[in-house]
């Protein structure tokens, strides 16, 4: 289990055991998701449609297309 602290500014730092997991670097992407359990996840932007495809699902929404999901990923790195 990693802590951090959040800034003045809203601002965290993900541990470096959490972005080697990830697989994040310097300007990676990610997105923030909460659960239908309420938990937060961690979301790379960098995978592609068929690495997400059941993530659509686990939030709730059911039969998503890989349009679909790629509007939402679209959406989501224009954000």
Same mark, same amino acid.
């Given at each position: 289990m990693s802590n951090t602290i959040v800034s003045d500014r809203g601002q965290i730092?993900?541990?470096e055991e959490i972005r080697n997991y990830l697989k994040l670097n310097a300007g990676?992407?990610?997105?923030? %998701?909460i659960d239908e359990q309420?938990? %937060?996840?961690?979301?790379?932007?960098?995978?592609s449609v068929e690495d997400l495809s059941g993530i659509l699902h686990h939030l709730g929404i059911e039969q998503a297309t890989i349009k679909d999901m790629e509007n939402?990923?679209?959406?989501?790195?224009?954000d």
């Open positions: 730092t993900i541990p990676s992407k990610i997105e923030f %998701v309420g938990e %937060v996840k961690i979301i790379p932007l960098k995978f939402a990923i679209q959406e989501a790195a224009n």
